[in-house]
DNA sequence: CGTAAAATTGATATTTCTCAATGAGAGTGG
DNA sequence: CCACTCTCATTGAGAAATATCAATTTTACG
């Protein structure tokens, strides 16, 4: 589904009250800074299924995702998928070398981003080394995380990449919500086989298999973790 | 094979004349600025199989690869091995957020490297932002490449991996040694194998279907590539 | 409610792995 | 210089994991 998304009124948000304030790229402005980065970006809205950039497309934008998640992911000519990476707030897209894309992504569910044109966004990191200091360790930390899912791909079972699955989505959520037993799964099995490499089948074999076994209980919309230590020794580290 | 190198006498060497100069992490350097960074660097070779810095330990230096090729891997507890890159000349490793490493380096034959102490390029860095705009320039690259790897780890055939990355070795040798059929391959069959999420049976047996249907010419030492484009069919793009 | 999409489950097929044996090349010491 | 040994690579046979194909079941949504 490819849709532009819905430019919301300016009036009414500042910076400094944005929920993704402090741990977003933002957070190295000062609040001069801040006032002066409030023009350059608009909350734009996307609903469930929407495309925000595809791969390939030459990039205009930079995003800071708000609220929502979104899955990252490229195609192979034959319609394969994998799905890099689920994005949630405060994340920031769009990054490039080449001036395209080099990946897709879409709203899981309803988003909302703040989109920088890039240009003015260039400029305004031009001399803010401090704010380019923020982007870089971002892209350092996204590189661990992506050197950690290679291992994942390339060197574990299906039970050890669900496990896994389970605990780091639930370790991502726990700055939104707090720490909990109960892991939201916003995202279809289908999504979650192509991040982990899978079918579908085998995504849903396996949470059937950890629901017998009682590490598990598949619950709408999520999974609850009823013995998360059980879980751990699967996901292998 | 742990080792802790050997560090070359520092006479003789200088950054101008350095092999990497035009495309590593210090190409952002003007001349004045590069005398004085060359204070900072110290070269080091290490001998094949040596490890140059492991998962885990405290990073208290960088490093500018100068000479030959290093494998970039992570354990799991249980030894299982993913390769998570292969590093050559001009690659810059240790950038992380932690403060520790987050994945072992080892050469793969004689390595030569610039190191930098961490705290003196730290500080080097801090009033030059050109130079944190290239080594940004650099993660990004990296990041994308890190994705690349993943479809493949996640969504390809084994044929269609040894192909990939048959390909894609060659393309990176070239800024290396030019254009050519003939693709060196100096890491181990079970280097290959965890760096593609394979076996190394599985790895030797694909090289010889490859050979056997004509594609290549498995030779000492690397691979002939007899039919560079039915070896791109098989990578499936 | 009724229809479409998503998820689950089962039966079977295929790929890749595992285990085991053999072969080839590099370095060593007699 | 040659046998020896060690490591690395190749090959084969069988096993295991996961994919594929097909049928339900469940959930979402108009």
Chains 1, 2 share one sequence.
């Not at 050197?147 to 039970?159: E, F, I, Q, T, Y």
């Not at 579908?200 to 013995?227: C, P, Y």
Request: hydrophobic letters at 40%; a negative charge; charged letters at 25%.
């Amino acid at each position: 589904m490819k849709g532009s998304g819905v430019t919301i009124e300016p009036n009414g948000h500042f910076c400094s009250d944005c929920a993704v304030r402090d741990f977003a790229v933002c957070s190295s402005l000062d609040p001069a800074e801040l006032r002066e980065f409030e023009h350059l970006g608009r909350r734009v809205q996307f609903s469930s299924g929407e495309t925000v950039f595809s791969e390939e497309d030459i990039t205009t934008s930079f995003y800071n995702l708000l609220e929502g998640v979104m899955r990252l992911y490229k195609l192979l000519p034959d319609g394969r998928r994998q799905i890099v990476g689920f994005a949630l707030p405060g994340d920031f897209l769009g990054m490039n070398i080449s001036g395209r894309h080099n990946f897709s992504a879409d709203a899981i569910g309803a988003v909302t981003v703040c989109q920088f044109a890039k240009l003015p966004f260039g400029r305004f990191i031009e001399d803010r080394p401090h704010l380019l200091r923020r982007i870089n360790e971002l892209a350092i930390r996204e590189l661990s995380q992506a050197r950690d899912h290679m291992v994942l791909l390339g060197r574990r079972s299906a039970d050890e990449k669900i496990a896994a699955f389970l605990l780091c989505w639930r370790e991502r959520l726990v700055s939104q919500k707090g720490v909990s037993d109960m892991v939201p799964l916003p995202m279809s099995r289908q999504d979650i086989a192509d991040y982990l490499g899978l079918t579908i089948e085998t995504v849903s074999r396996t949470f059937t298999k950890l629901e017998r076994h009682g590490a598990i209980d598949i619950v709408h919309g999520g999974i609850n973790l009823l013995d998360p230590a059980r879980v751990e020794a699967l996901a292998a580290a």
